[in-house]
């Protein structure tokens, strides 16, 4: 009663794709699938993941109501209970159970401490030496504390399953747009890909605040080994990490 016609839906997503003057590869780049995911939609073989759906809705240029219905509506035709019910139940049908978890005690207890311990030894270096931090500390540390709280206390833990059908280095999340520039995100390597991430906050929060006392301590203000240091700490340690993870790790 409550299915996604699947070749009713696909002949709207190629009507609407036609009339945007989209090929099947300009609009999966848009939406950073590949352009057979696009043909599977729209010969009926598949349907797009939930989370697919208010994007591609965006780029053909009609609601996700009109989406999941396969028609266009009237901007006065309005939806009693029964027709957004009915709605919702298609919409589910577009989500798979992606095993997304909040973040567990350990991981919230482990984000705090990290960052009262960057703060602890920040203070007791400022007291006891009348250390002004300057740029090797606050942009480390600032990133750190950042990445630690994104990925310690809001990342999901396994991407949608379009990302296990395709190719795709990008991934977003509200704010957060991550783009690993030729490695593929899959749920073979998002785990370790999370760990590298997490594994980046803790050493900065913990250890890099007395690396950048010392740095800012025995170099010249102008010295170009603290530039060289700080970015090769932090751009390496972001990076160096993350990719041999996923590489490592990758699917096939």
Not at 225 to 250: D, M, Q, S
Request: with cysteine; charged share 20%.
């Amino acid at each position: 009663m409550f299915q996604i016609d699947k070749a009713q839906f696909g002949a709207f997503v190629a009507e609407l794709r036609r009339e945007r003057g989209l090929t099947q590869k300009e609009l999966a780049e848009k939406l950073y699938i590949s352009d057979k995911a696009v043909s599977k939609w729209e010969t009926g073989t598949s349907l797009p993941d939930i989370s697919l759906l208010t994007p591609l809705a965006e780029e053909l240029g009609v609601t996700a109501a009109e989406l999941l219905s396969a028609r266009r509506m009237d901007s006065g035709e309005t939806m009693d209970v029964s027709q957004a019910d009915t709605l919702l139940r298609r919409a589910l049908e577009l989500s798979p159970s992606e095993g997304l978890r909040r973040p567990g005690k350990r991981r919230v207890l482990t984000f705090i401490g990290l960052a009262a311990l960057s703060a602890a030894e920040i203070a007791a270096l400022v007291l006891l030496t009348e250390w002004r931090p300057g740029f090797c500390l606050l942009v480390p540390e600032s990133i750190g504390l950042m990445i630690g709280a994104y990925f310690f206390l809001a990342v999901k833990t396994r991407l949608p399953g379009y990302y296990d059908e395709n190719k795709i280095d990008v991934y977003t999340d509200g704010f957060l747009r991550l783009h690993m520039s030729g490695l593929a995100m899959n749920n073979a390597n998002w785990s370790y890909i999370l760990r590298a991430f997490r594994g980046f906050a803790a050493a900065t929060l913990a250890l890099w605040p007395p690396a950048a006392w010392c740095l800012e301590r025995f170099t010249s203000p102008d010295s170009k080994l603290r530039l060289f240091a700080t970015l090769a700490f932090t751009l390496g340690g972001l990076f160096i990490p993350t990719y041999a993870a996923g590489i490592k790790h990758r699917k096939g």
